[in-house]
């Protein structure tokens, strides 16, 4: 079983109109959210890292700069990852793996600040972006900066573990909704990476129980609000010239929505939303 602590690290604004079907016209807070994880053997585990100042840095010259324009972000020093487990005094040594869902920059700038943690990714994700520079790199919404250069020495390829074995009543209508293999990280059931593609290729859920036996579900971009996926109500046209592929981003996202209709006690928490800071 595990323990886990949310973390907002920055956050950027979009018009509310285009990210939430049936909203009126204002700015919006979409905070980035980290979860710390604690596995009994495995440690500490980060799912993402958030924005750090190197947003700002790798987003000062075209075509980076495009990124900083569409999506105004606010980081300060003490808002970062690192910054924020140093006053729990957590250390960058004792992150022992980094869960990375996609390789977005709002997910990524951290990754430098953890030299010695292994990372945990999509094979698939990774070799969507791991050649694209420039114009390509930032169409994608991925900075190259912002990747340790030893990454491939340090990574282990969620599609490479082994696929959870049927299991208890939740995880089983997980399958059943999604019909995608449940990736058993670590080989005890604990941690469970799940395919949803869409937002962006290769991006990956996690699943797992806590320490008050709920299962809970990041599903980092898959849908933006908790009231998206409660009262059925996807991004607007328009924010579907982000996605890498919108018919697998509806398909997901209305998985999600079924999910949270057959299943209310499981605790659905999306990357970006205020709800679990308020
Ligand atoms: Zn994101």
Avoid at 224 to 239: G, Q, V
């Amino acid at each position: 079983m595990l323990t886990y602590k949310l973390f907002q690290t920055g956050h950027c604004t979009h018009n509310a109109k285009i990210a939430l079907k049936g909203e009126s016209s204002y700015e919006m807070k979409f905070p980035a959210m980290v979860a710390l994880l604690k596995h009994p053997l495995k440690g500490y585990i980060l799912f993402d890292t958030g924005y750090t100042e190197r947003f700002y840095e790798e987003t000062a010259k075209f075509p980076f700069s495009l990124y900083a324009k569409i999506t105004p972000v606010y980081v300060k020093a003490e808002d970062t990852i690192l910054a924020q487990l140093e006053k729990e005094n957590i250390h960058a040594a004792d992150i022992r793996y980094i869960f990375l869902s996609h390789f977005h920059a709002d997910h990524m700038c951290g990754l430098k600040d953890f030299p010695n943690s292994v990372f945990v990714c999509s094979k698939e994700a990774f070799q969507s972006i791991k050649n694209k520079k420039g114009i390509r790199a930032a169409k994608s919404a991925y900075i190259p900066n912002l990747l340790p250069n030893d990454f491939e020495d340090r990574v282990l390829f969620i599609e490479d573990a082994k696929i959870a074995p049927v299991g208890n009543h939740t995880r089983n209508i997980i399958s059943e909704v999604f019909q995608k293999p449940l990736y058993d990280l670590w080989g005890d059931g604990s941690c469970l990476a799940i395919n949803l593609s869409g937002h962006a290729k290769g991006q990956f859920g996690l699943i797992f129980e806590n320490d008050s036996k709920e299962t809970v579900f990041l599903v980092a971009d898959s849908v933006w609000r908790s009231t998206a996926f409660r009262e059925n109500r996807p991004p607007n046209n328009i924010a579907y010239l982000i996605m890498d592929n919108v018919k697998e981003y509806k398909e997901n996202f209305e998985k999600i929505v079924r999910l949270h209709k057959l299943q209310k006690e499981i605790k659905i928490i999306p990357s970006h939303c205020e709800e679990p800071f308020q």
